[in-house]
């Protein structure tokens, strides 16, 4: 059984993957560390890491804020803990501190820890490989609701760098043509984003060919699927060798 320690158990997804957790027999929130103190899971927290006993301990999993990102991984450096980092607004400083972490302990950080979103980057790179080559434009439309802040979504742009990495890096995006009094270049990847009401997270990658278009979609309902992700990730790394991982290595 994986021994998790959950950074951020009190946050939004912190919960999610508490209570996910407790239906999953093959993997344990050994403990918790979060700034509010107690939390609903039947585990032990604390407001430090240096309150956590490592020994007890098989892979981290972080849901909580660039703030505590530091600490984290000073921790995870000192005990030579696998690491899943899910928190979002890192700095590049931070990056880089992940990036060269690689080198020392398994580290895996996703835009998007939902498994169905990471095999739709998968397969939107393998389809832009034929697809491109055969004249097909291609567009990408995120629709989300309207307390969502940033747009386009990060996970609309992660889209976006997988589809360019299968092309050699060739395309340019573009995420506004009202600008633009001219023909949309081929080497283009559009990106539309699309706020309102109680939408759930929507994606949408368009091949728009002659006469035909080809359209893969992925819809959330729910945060679920990324707690599902993060556990899935967890039990994945932990006991792997140092190096950077992604979600594609875990749905193989």
């Known amino acids: 059984m994986t021994k998790m ?15 996910l957790a407790a239906g999953d027999p093959d993997i344990v929130i050994a403990a918790g560390v979060d700034v509010a103190g ?17 020994e007890d301990l098989d892979v981290i999993v972080d849901f909580s804020s660039p703030a505590v990102f530091d600490a ?3 921790y995870a450096l000192a005990n030579k803990l696998p690491v899943v980092v899910c928190t979002t607004g ?27 979103i990471n095999l739709l980057m ?21 629709r989300h609701h309207n307390q969502k802040k940033d747009a386009p979504s990060g ?14 890096n060739a395309c340019e995006y573009v995420y506004d043509r009202s600008d633009r009094l001219q023909k949309r ?14 939408i759930p997270g929507t994606h949408e990658v368009i091949f728009a060919g002659t006469d035909e278009v080809v359209e893969l979609t992925h819809m959330a309902y729910s945060r679920s699927i990324f707690g599902k992700g993060a556990i899935s990730a967890a039990k994945f790394l932990a006991g792997k060798s140092p190096k950077f991982y992604s979600m594609a290595d875990v749905i193989g």
């Open 38 to 54: 107690e939390c609903a899971g039947k585990y032990p927290v604390a407001a430090s890491f240096e309150e956590i006993r490592a």
């Open 72 to 74: 984290m991984l000073d």
């Open 155 to 168: 996970t609309a742009l992660a889209l976006a760098d997988s589809i360019n990495e299968g092309l050699d």
């Open 122 to 142: 998968k397969l939107v790179r393998e389809a832009a490989q034929t697809l491109a080559k055969a004249g097909f434009d291609i567009e990408i439309v995120e």
């Open 90 to 116: 890192m700095s590049e400083e931070q990056i880089a501190r992940l990036n060269e972490a690689a080198k020392e302990i398994a580290v895996l950080r996703s835009a998007n820890m939902s498994l169905g």
């Open 185 to 198: 270049d081929p080497k283009e990847i559009g990106i539309s984003a699309v706020r309102g009401g109680t």
């Open 5 to 19: 320690l959950l950074v951020g158990c009190n946050g939004r997804m912190g919960k999610v993957i508490t209570e």
